[in-house]
């Protein structure tokens, strides 16, 4: 293998790429681009167009794509050749400025939510000149944004870039109350991304995994992760040859890859990468979601990404590491070292605390998907109801600043912002709060809600959106004060008053945290489609920062109404099928060798109560099965007729799961009772521990 820093990079037209291929002039004006957010001069796109292509040809493509990110929350891309013929049928390779710029995938079948009618068809895709092209297979692949004719955001990445400018204008307002003049604030994204990986020969014979990702019956192996010696235990040698594997081909597309272990369940692993600003993050984090896909296959496993494909183990985040950083590199969530950068430091902690005590609920929405509902509350992720974990001195450091006295323990006395200096927060790892949705971990938050298979673009979008609201209104209240540091004080005081019940350091699994949320009238929504019943509660927020209209925002929901709607609708259909062709079916072969068994012993005038009790609890677990088949068939019936995406969400959610849940106890019972050669798939002993 050739040395890391030399592969490192070598499929991305990055900056070193650029600065060595473009005129001086055309690099300088695509950094400020890119560094900047300034527009893109067209004039320079057909020399930047020219560049690429060459140096994409000599890496071996044949095609460009633009790839973008629809509603469906995975990448998309539809590949163009390069060839132009010329005269004397001959064919150049060539590229412009306009298709490097512009594309027109006519990609009709996108979820639009009513965005457009699909004989309006296109919707076109934009150049996101900050995040880097890069070659793969063959194909120059160009980072873009999707929209519709009439400016419409139809994907994840529009509304994204949208917020990175809403809070980089804000973030730069506040600032310059501290006697700074950034040109550019943009948010930073580290996402630890956890994952399973299962044999496929074991995999292939699952439908359930095969459509949806995730076993729908299946009971506990008798060993599961009750013995925590797979979280951060030795790397099984199969395993390690994937990671390493991974680490290569991501290292070639520029993925600062950097942590990998083994997690909590048996079969679960987790991956890093070194943080980078958060459209790149997102980007990279879709790319990394498919190459661990692809290379696993090549070790001839299967990479799951479902948030739960077992049930009885912990399932699968992604946790958004998260924070904002100048343009000159100060890291805004990095306590100073003296007054006055602390007291910068905590007006912007207490502007994240504040919005997300202020839209706990649209945090708690920009993570709600089918999958991730199996894990939210299920004492192994966070709970659904969103807190904000600060750690012990620096909630003393709140404490004091809102009581205005001696605190407790042996911190400082009242705190007067601008004048005293903080303590030192800890950084080590011992104080973190697993638990916490919403962790201040040193430096950066650390979100853990968001599910293992989702794109983190709405996620983010959401948070930046929600801090660039706050952050607004703190600098159009603080610009005008005559004495800045009393009136700093007061508003971080005040504001840390009105929202400290969203401050929570105790153990998040706890069921008495339930009650103590609702007490302090924080919002628990159980479930993706009551979560996404508050989308309406954002218009305001959402226009007035620029980030998503009414009818963008609305759509958006109807999307995500109808993507649970119909995850609902496959997972249902799939038991169905499983049930009446292959488990009751097997299980009926079994009954019939016991029969046999049963009534040759008679013949011979053996004993056969063993048999005949085999048969008879055997027999009356089918006989529920098939009971609750019909039962979860009827209401995958019923589910035909609804036009209103809240309304069939919600009947998913309350009558087809219940019957879905009802039909697996009764099967994975009868799995226990099963010999193993009748049971129509592999178990969980071999999913888990088949490696
Ligand atoms: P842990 O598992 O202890 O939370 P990891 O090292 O697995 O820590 O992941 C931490 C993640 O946080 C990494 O992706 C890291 O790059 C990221 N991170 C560190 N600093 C920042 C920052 N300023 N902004 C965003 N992410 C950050
Ligand atoms: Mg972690």
Same mark, same amino acid.
């Given at each position: 293998m050739n040395s890391i820093p030399e592969i490192f990079a070598e499929n991305v037209f990055n900056e070193n790429i650029m600065r060595d291929k473009l005129p001086k002039e055309v690099f300088k004006k695509l950094m400020k681009t890119i560094e900047l957010g300034e527009p893109l001069d067209v004039s320079i796109a057909n020399v930047v167009a020219n560049a690429m292509k060459d140096w994409a040809v000599e890496k071996g493509a044949t095609h460009y794509t633009h790839w973008f990110q629809p509603m469906t929350g995975i990448t998309a891309e539809k590949h163009d050749s390069f060839i132009t013929p010329t005269a004397g049928g001959k064919v150049i390779m060539a590229f412009s400025g306009k298709e490097l710029i512009q594309g027109e995938p006519d990609a009709s079948s996108f979820p639009s939510g009513g965005l457009r009618a699909t004989f309006e068809a296109r919707g076109y895709t934009a150049w996101d000149p900050s995040s880097y092209a890069f070659v793969k297979d063959g194909t120059l692949y160009i980072p873009t944004a999707f929209c519709s004719y009439t400016g419409e955001a139809l994907d994840k990445k529009t509304p994204l870039l949208r917020s990175m400018d809403a809070i980089s204008r804000q973030a730069c307002r506040v600032l310059r109350l501290f006697g700074k003049d950034p040109k550019r604030v943009t948010t930073t994204v580290g996402p630890e991304q956890e994952y399973f990986l299962v044999d496929k020969k074991y995999y292939d014979q699952r439908k359930d995994l095969i459509f949806t990702g995730r076993t729908l019956f299946g009971a506990m192996a008798?060993?599961?992760?009750?013995?925590?010696?797979?979280?951060?235990?030795s790397i099984k040698p199969r395993i390690a040859a994937f990671m390493s594997d991974l680490d290569v081909e991501l290292w070639k597309y520029g993925l600062l890859a950097k942590t990998k272990h083994n997690e909590v369940a048996p079969a679960q692993h987790e991956i890093a990468p070194i943080f980078s600003t958060t459209n790149i993050s997102i980007d990279n984090n879709q790319l990394l979601m498919e190459l661990a896909k692809k290379v696993a296959l090549k070790h001839g496993m299967v990479c799951l990404l479902h948030e739960k494909p077992f049930d009885g183990v912990n399932g699968s985040g992604k946790h958004n590491n998260w924070s904002m950083s100048t343009d000159s590199g100060e890291n805004l969530l990095n306590p100073g070292r003296d007054p006055k950068e602390n007291a910068q430091f905590m007006l912007i902690l207490t502007a994240v605390i504040t919005a997300v005590d202020k839209y706990a609920k649209l945090m708690r929405l920009s993570v709600a998907t089918a999958g991730n509902d199996h894990r939210l509350g299920a004492h192994e992720a966070p709970p659904a109801i969103v807190s904000v974990f600060l750690g012990d001195e620096l909630e003393r450091v709140v404490n004091d600043i809102i009581e205005g006295g001696r605190s407790p323990l042996d911190g400082p006395a009242k705190i007067e912002l601008g004048v005293t200096t903080l303590p030192v927060f800890p950084k080590d790892n011992t104080d973190r709060n697993r638990t916490s949705p919403f962790a201040f971990t040193g430096n950066r938050f650390e979100?853990?809600?968001?599910?293992?298979? /989702?794109?983190?673009g709405c996620v983010n979008m959401m948070l930046n959106t929600a801090v660039a609201d706050v952050f607004k209104q703190y600098a159009d209240e603080l610009e005008?004060?005559?004495?800045f540091r009393k009136a700093l004080n007061e508003l971080i005081k005040r504001e840390l008053t009105e929202h400290r019940r969203v401050i929570f350091n105790g153990n998040g699994y706890d069921d008495s945290w339930i009650e103590e949320a609702e007490r302090r009238g924080l919002p628990n929504l159980r479930s993706t489609p009551e979560a996404l019943a508050a989308y309406d509660e954002f218009v305001d927020l959402f226009e007035q920062t620029g980030v998503l209209s009414e009818t963008e925002l609305k759509s958006r929901k109807e999307i995500l109404l109808g993507e649970y709607a119909k995850t609902i609708k496959i997972e249902s259909r799939t038991m169905v099928d499983m049930s009446k062709k292959d488990i009751l079916p097997g299980v009926a072969g079994y009954i019939k060798e016991l029969t046999e068994i049963a009534c040759n012993k008679k013949t011979l005038g053996l004993d056969n109560a063993l048999e005949i009790k085999e048969i008879e609890k055997l027999s009356a677990l089918a006989s529920a099965s098939y009971d609750r088949t019909v039962v979860l068939e009827q209401a995958v019936a019923g589910a035909?007729?609804? /036009?209103d995406a809240q309304e069939y969400a919600d009947y998913q959610h309350d009558v087809v799961i219940p019957a879905m849940t009802e039909l697996r106890a009764a099967v994975d019972e009868m799995e226990l009772n099963t010999a193993q050669k009748y049971w129509p798939f592999p178990t969980y002993d071999k999913l888990l521990f088949g490696i």
């Amino acid at each position: 293998m050739n040395s890391i820093p030399e592969i490192f990079a070598e499929n991305v037209f990055n900056e070193n790429i650029m600065r060595d291929k473009l005129p001086k002039e055309v690099f300088k004006k695509l950094m400020k681009t890119i560094e900047l957010g300034e527009p893109l001069d067209v004039s320079i796109a057909n020399v930047v167009a020219n560049a690429m292509k060459d140096w994409a040809v000599e890496k071996g493509a044949t095609h460009y794509t633009h790839w973008f990110q629809p509603m469906t929350g995975i990448t998309a891309e539809k590949h163009d050749s390069f060839i132009t013929p010329t005269a004397g049928g001959k064919v150049i390779m060539a590229f412009s400025g306009k298709e490097l710029i512009q594309g027109e995938p006519d990609a009709s079948s996108f979820p639009s939510g009513g965005l457009r009618a699909t004989f309006e068809a296109r919707g076109y895709t934009a150049w996101d000149p900050s995040s880097y092209a890069f070659v793969k297979d063959g194909t120059l692949y160009i980072p873009t944004a999707f929209c519709s004719y009439t400016g419409e955001a139809l994907d994840k990445k529009t509304p994204l870039l949208r917020s990175m400018d809403a809070i980089s204008r804000q973030a730069c307002r506040v600032l310059r109350l501290f006697g700074k003049d950034p040109k550019r604030v943009t948010t930073t994204v580290g996402p630890e991304q956890e994952y399973f990986l299962v044999d496929k020969k074991y995999y292939d014979q699952r439908k359930d995994l095969i459509f949806t990702g995730r076993t729908l019956f299946g009971a506990m192996a008798p060993k599961g992760q009750e013995m925590e010696d797979h979280y951060f235990g030795s790397i099984k040698p199969r395993i390690a040859a994937f990671m390493s594997d991974l680490d290569v081909e991501l290292w070639k597309y520029g993925l600062l890859a950097k942590t990998k272990h083994n997690e909590v369940a048996p079969a679960q692993h987790e991956i890093a990468p070194i943080f980078s600003t958060t459209n790149i993050s997102i980007d990279n984090n879709q790319l990394l979601m498919e190459l661990a896909k692809k290379v696993a296959l090549k070790h001839g496993m299967v990479c799951l990404l479902h948030e739960k494909p077992f049930d009885g183990v912990n399932g699968s985040g992604k946790h958004n590491n998260w924070s904002m950083s100048t343009d000159s590199g100060e890291n805004l969530l990095n306590p100073g070292r003296d007054p006055k950068e602390n007291a910068q430091f905590m007006l912007i902690l207490t502007a994240v605390i504040t919005a997300v005590d202020k839209y706990a609920k649209l945090m708690r929405l920009s993570v709600a998907t089918a999958g991730n509902d199996h894990r939210l509350g299920a004492h192994e992720a966070p709970p659904a109801i969103v807190s904000v974990f600060l750690g012990d001195e620096l909630e003393r450091v709140v404490n004091d600043i809102i009581e205005g006295g001696r605190s407790p323990l042996d911190g400082p006395a009242k705190i007067e912002l601008g004048v005293t200096t903080l303590p030192v927060f800890p950084k080590d790892n011992t104080d973190r709060n697993r638990t916490s949705p919403f962790a201040f971990t040193g430096n950066r938050f650390e979100f853990r809600m968001p599910g293992s298979s /989702t794109s983190i673009g709405c996620v983010n979008m959401m948070l930046n959106t929600a801090v660039a609201d706050v952050f607004k209104q703190y600098a159009d209240e603080l610009e005008g004060a005559e004495d800045f540091r009393k009136a700093l004080n007061e508003l971080i005081k005040r504001e840390l008053t009105e929202h400290r019940r969203v401050i929570f350091n105790g153990n998040g699994y706890d069921d008495s945290w339930i009650e103590e949320a609702e007490r302090r009238g924080l919002p628990n929504l159980r479930s993706t489609p009551e979560a996404l019943a508050a989308y309406d509660e954002f218009v305001d927020l959402f226009e007035q920062t620029g980030v998503l209209s009414e009818t963008e925002l609305k759509s958006r929901k109807e999307i995500l109404l109808g993507e649970y709607a119909k995850t609902i609708k496959i997972e249902s259909r799939t038991m169905v099928d499983m049930s009446k062709k292959d488990i009751l079916p097997g299980v009926a072969g079994y009954i019939k060798e016991l029969t046999e068994i049963a009534c040759n012993k008679k013949t011979l005038g053996l004993d056969n109560a063993l048999e005949i009790k085999e048969i008879e609890k055997l027999s009356a677990l089918a006989s529920a099965s098939y009971d609750r088949t019909v039962v979860l068939e009827q209401a995958v019936a019923g589910a035909a007729d609804f /036009t209103d995406a809240q309304e069939y969400a919600d009947y998913q959610h309350d009558v087809v799961i219940p019957a879905m849940t009802e039909l697996r106890a009764a099967v994975d019972e009868m799995e226990l009772n099963t010999a193993q050669k009748y049971w129509p798939f592999p178990t969980y002993d071999k999913l888990l521990f088949g490696i």
